[in-house]
């Protein structure tokens, strides 16, 4: 029988040996390794203002009653933006978008969930002051950084790290009704930001102060910051399109499939430049809120441009919550309202995130499917496993492909890339996923940008347990990697755990058979001398870096210990490979303030037995190198 990990998740009491169920509250009790991770999150703090004030005015019963309707406010319009409430302090409320999955936008869904507060507590507020004679105000703080997530199966808090401690700052030095974010958010969700510079906040307790802004709204979402190039390696994909959108042709309905950062959005944007008018609307993670949600984006747009139509279609698709949805009705006041919005030309509109649409979406959408003369595409975007599969789409999906070599050159040197750096980005992000290129041609320094962390590491909290354990495994041994090796360091996986979870990733085009087309962070030739077992490698170098920094440092530093252990002693394995691997555990046991001694001597060792074996092979510049890494970690001891 499995042993169980740690506390009960129900009620925290701590298990018997051999317990499957807790004792105390009857809850089935986790089992297995418990699971953190090194993930970037972002942190709401929100808390009452005023609130010793009022509870001298009211009776304890009432203000009781006050304080649960002020946190059930809350942590709905928390909750409705995909965070997860963590705990309660005082009148606090602490927040955390990032688990248990992190999603590419959850600085962004973070601060509209913090002014979703703000109309929230307003409309609570009508109905508090005659009840009860009070108003309550609020003060936010919000920011984004790196911080280890717990494991909720053994009772551990989700997050922690000094981005909470900042998160608490601000809350703290903002005023009553103000929002305060921090760089970081500020950085990842700027671009759909409207901000008011403040002065830096005196935080307590940090040695510098810290930068902030005062949020005051959210646009719609747009495209990440970077450099601002010209679509290349799409003229087929946008012919078809705007044929589709040309005046007096019939409605049509598209979904456009493919990885995160492939061009999707871009390629939409640029059908949309070509129309008389257009419109974008954003389908929200599971949870919400109702099926026909994203409509209601439409209709305020379409208010805003003095459309005549939306008032019919609140109605029929419920907007205002007003009974359930009539989807016939929401399907004509759809066409209706695009009929009206073109005027007779074109028109565009733009529905992003369809992996998380609900179906009834889809056929709210599909009325506009051969409408004669509506002159109107429907174009949605999806990464693949959403709602591509509806019979309404059958024969209607458009999948991008990775852009070419040739395209990807284009690309960079449309932005403005020298050739040396151009080969640099194409070195670190492989041809093919165009916001990878931009992102990395706009910082090009060593360093992973924070957006595509963001991003692919949402791309793998969408994994189970089992690929994301070959994962973490993989990440440690390099961008090329083995089955021996991941078995190693999956002591828990049983052989055909892992074999089926590999194929698993390469269905999922995470990872490929054979050498990387590009050298990973390992030295070269990782996998050639193992000729007795298959290669394996990350598709996209990024994607190695964003697993590798994701696994606790605690784990990288064992993995490589272990890989040392493996590889040491084989004749075919190259001494500064197994050095490699000593150097990052020391690292890694240094930083956690363990004992990295024995490791770095180890890798002195090694060290110093390269260099001379470079040496009497005739590499003399390669000895150098190595025989000063030796130096310097000899030095450091």
């Not at 949020?215 to 390696?233: D, E, H, N, T, Y």
């Not at 028109?347 to 499917?369: G, K, N, P, Y």
């Not at 990464?383 to 492909?401: F, I, M, N, Q, S």
Request: aromatic fraction near 4%; proline fraction near 5%; charged fraction near 25%.
């Amino acid at each position: 029988m499995r042993a169980a990990v740690g506390l009960c998740p129900s009620c925290g009491l701590s298990p018997r040996d051999g317990d499957r169920y807790c004792s105390r509250c009857g809850a089935e009790l986790p089992v297995g390794r418990p699971r953190e991770r090194r993930i970037l999150a972002t942190i709401l703090f929100c808390d009452l203002v005023g609130s010793t004030a009022m509870g001298e005015r009211l009776d304890p019963e009432a203000l009781r009653s006050v304080q649960q309707a002020y946190f059930a406010t809350v942590s709905a319009a928390l909750r409705r933006h995909g965070g997860e409430v963590e705990k309660f302090i005082g009148d606090a409320v602490m927040c955390v978008f990032g688990v248990p999955r992190a999603r590419e936008d959850d600085a962004l869904r973070g601060c509209r969930a913090a002014l979703e507060i703000g109309r929230s507590l307003e409309r609570l507020n009508e109905r508090l002051r005659p009840e009860w004679g009070v108003e309550l105000h609020v003060r936010i703080g919000l920011n984004t950084g790196e911080v280890v997530a717990g494991d909720a199966r053994r009772g551990q808090a989700l997050v922690t790290g000094d981005a909470v401690n900042t998160a608490a700052r601000l809350e703290q030095a903002a005023g009553a009704d103000e929002v305060l974010i921090g760089t970081l958010t500020r950085r990842l969700a700027g671009r759909s930001l409207r901000t008011i510079d403040v002065p830096p906040v005196a935080a307590r307790g940090k040695a510098e102060p810290v930068e902030a802004w005062e949020l005051i709204g959210v646009g719609p979402r747009r495209r990440p910051s970077g450099v601002a190039s010209a679509l290349v390696g799409r003229t087929r994909e946008l012919g078809e399109l705007l044929a589709l959108a040309r005046a007096g042709q019939p409605g049509a309905l598209r979904m456009l499939v493919g990885e995160p950062g492939i061009g999707k959005s871009r390629l939409a944007a640029e059908v949309a430049a070509h129309a008389r008018a257009a419109a974008v609307i954003q389908c929200p993670a599971h949870g919400e809120g109702a099926a026909l949600w994203p409509l209601r984006a439409l209709a305020e747009a379409a208010e805003s441009a003095r459309v005549p139509g939306t008032e019919a279609l609140r109605r029929a698709a419920a907007l205002d919550g007003d009974g359930p949805p009539d989807l016939a009705a929401t399907g004509a006041a759809l066409v209706d309202l695009v009929r009206a919005w073109s005027a007779g030309g074109s028109f565009v509109l733009i529905v992003e995130d369809a992996h998380w649409a609900q179906r009834q979406l889809i056929e709210a959408l599909s009325a506009i499917d051969g409408e004669p003369g509506l002159a109107t595409l429907v174009l949605l975007t999806e990464r693949a496993g959403g709602v591509a599969d509806h019979p309404r789409l059958v024969g209607r999906v458009l999948e991008l492909a990775p852009l070419s070599g040739a395209h990807a050159d284009a690309l960079l040197a449309g932005c403005g890339v020298g050739d040396a750096a151009r080969r640099s980005v194409l070195r670190r992000a492989g041809a093919g996923n165009p916001l990878f290129l931009e992102q990395l041609a706009a910082e090009p320094r060593d360093e992973l940008p924070v957006s595509l962390r963001a991003l692919l590491g949402a791309r793998l909290d969408e994994l189970d347990d089992a690929e994301r354990d070959v994962v973490d495994a993989a990440a440690i041994v390099g961008r090329e990697f083995w089955l021996e090796a991941l078995r190693l360091l999956t002591p828990e996986s049983d052989v055909a755990d892992v074999g089926a979870a590999v194929k698993s990733l390469i269905a999922k085009d995470l990872i490929v058979r054979g050498r990387a087309e590009a050298p990973g962070e390992s030295p070269r030739g990782l996998t050639a001398v193992f000729t007795f077992d298959e290669a394996y490698s990350f598709r996209h170098a990024l994607m190695h870096d964003v697993a590798y920094v994701a696994a606790p440092k605690a784990r990288r530093a064992t993995g490589h210990e272990l890989m040392a252990d493996l590889l040491d002693g084989r004749a075919e394995v190259p001494a500064a490979l197994v050095a490699w691997h000593l150097e990052r555990a020391a690292d890694l046991r240094r930083e956690l303030r363990g004992d990295s001694r024995p490791l770095a001597q180890r890798a002195v060792r090694k060290l110093e037995q390269a260099g001379l074996g470079a040496h009497a092979a005739g590499d003399d510049e390669a000895a150098r190198r190595l025989l000063e890494r030796a130096a310097r970690r000899t030095a450091a001891l």
